[in-house]
């Protein structure tokens, strides 16, 4: 299986990235064996991934690092890097590769002292000898301070070094930082090819994984989230359920706190899945004994883990709801198209008889402005506007159309 696998409908991108390991594989064989370097190479040391949510971006860019890594002995054969088998693919994968840094945003932003270390390892040779791989996740979270100094870093960056940004657009990353960047663009999957992965790669049943991928409309992770995870299609149902509960004033107050309450949930679980582990390994690597005291002067280390885990907890709450809000907006966008008369294909069937009911009893104008409310729902959220008070103006002009 190569590690090309995991990019859904993106031939084209996908065929650059080999190429490009190809040729870094090349480079490294030739600087080893102490040989003159190839003449042209189609790698270079900066790299933008720019895609649509669910277009796989952050796996474009986790794939091409694990075949920048690849070991396998096949490539002496003429093998193509990123087997995705051996001990560099699949510690790249995980993300456990000593040679792999993966860089995601806690909170709202990336901040400078987070890059501070990144930006120091990337100035450092490769532990194993191939290259030394930085992965931004959210590059269009970096603030200034922070993307000057990765701008500082790929400005002149070690010879064996490869930086991977990823970000929903180009115009996401300040334009110092793109221009020194070779920039790939990933398109939404169709909804058969998201549908054939599930069923190839999860083992989902053919119709549960149509549906998932036609209610996703291409989003690769949260088809594989909604093919899988009966909960996640509970919490679905239970938004899709929401336009018709609007009918009054306190209705809608309620639906808006249960929708905050169900993601403040899912960032409770993921809380107590992820924060007393870390806790735990950060105090073992501090020198403190099981349920002993913190040795003196790393109190304030504690404090940091601390509030990097709160920040995640907000921004896992605001994900949660984003993805809610998604799947309100494809509601009415399915209202709209049957109110218009679109033969464009409806995401959601499984919800049929609500959306001809609010298709009769609404016009095309009155959805618009409600896609619009849950727009400007997400604009608030992302203004960091208090979760309840967006969600409770949104239900309300959800409300009154």
């Not at 064996?160 to 790939?184: G, M, N």
């Not at 601390?306 to 907890?313: N, S, T, V």
Request: glycine share 6%; hydrophobic share 45%; aromatic share 2%.
């Amino acid at each position: 299986m190569s590690v090309w696998d995991d990019l859904v409908g993106q031939e084209k991108v996908s065929a650059v990235l080999d190429a490009a390991a190809r040729d870094a594989d090349a480079l490294v064989t030739a600087a080893a064996a102490d040989e003159p370097l190839p003449g042209s190479s189609k790698m270079t040391h900066a790299w933008l991934f720019t895609g649509p949510p669910g277009a796989g971006r952050n796996q474009a860019a986790r794939a091409f690092a694990a075949a920048l890594q690849c070991v396998s002995p096949d490539r002496a054969l003429g093998g193509t890097p990123g087997c995705g088998f051996c001990d560099g693919c699949h510690t790249a994968l995980l993300g456990t590769h000593a040679d792999v840094t993966t860089v995601a945003a806690a909170g709202s932003e990336i901040l400078v002292k987070d890059m501070r270390d990144t930006v120091r390892k990337s100035f450092t040779a490769p532990a194993n000898g191939r290259w030394q791989t930085i992965l931004v996740e959210d590059a269009e979270r970096l603030n200034e301070k922070s993307a000057n100094a990765v701008l500082k870093a790929v400005e002149e960056p070690a010879p064996r070094t490869v930086w991977l940004l990823c970000a929903p657009s180009i115009e996401d990353v300040l334009p110092t930082i793109r221009s020194r960047c070779r920039h790939l663009n990933l398109s939404t999957p169709s909804v058969a090819a998201v549908a054939d992965m599930l069923v190839r790669r999860d083992g989902v049943e053919p119709d549960v994984a149509a549906e998932a991928a036609r209610a996703t409309q291409g989003h690769v992770d949260r088809a594989r989230r909604l093919a899988t995870d009966p909960a996640a299609r509970g919490r679905r149902a239970a938004v899709l359920k929401l336009p018709l509960r609007l009918d009054e004033v306190g209705a809608c107050l309620k639906a808006a706190q249960e929708l905050v309450d169900a993601a403040a949930e899912d960032a409770k679980q993921l809380a107590e899945e992820m924060d007393g582990k870390e806790a735990e390994e950060l105090k073992a690597a501090l020198g403190a004994a099981q349920g002993g005291r913190l040795p003196r002067g790393t109190a304030g280390v504690m404090k940091d883990l601390e509030d990097m885990q709160k920040r995640r907890r907000t921004r896992t709450q605001r994900d949660s709801l984003d993805v809610a809000l998604g799947d309100l907006t494809a509601f009415y966008r399915d209202v709209l198209a049957l109110q218009l008369g679109s033969r464009v294909a409806i995401a959601n069937a499984d919800a049929e008889d609500a959306l001809e009911r609010l298709a009769r009893d609404g016009s095309p104008e009155s959805t618009l402005r409600r896609i619009e409310a849950i727009a400007a729902c997400r604009d608030a959220l992302d203004r960091n506007v208090a979760p309840l008070l967006a969600v409770e103006a949104m239900t309300m002009a959800l409300r009154a159309g």
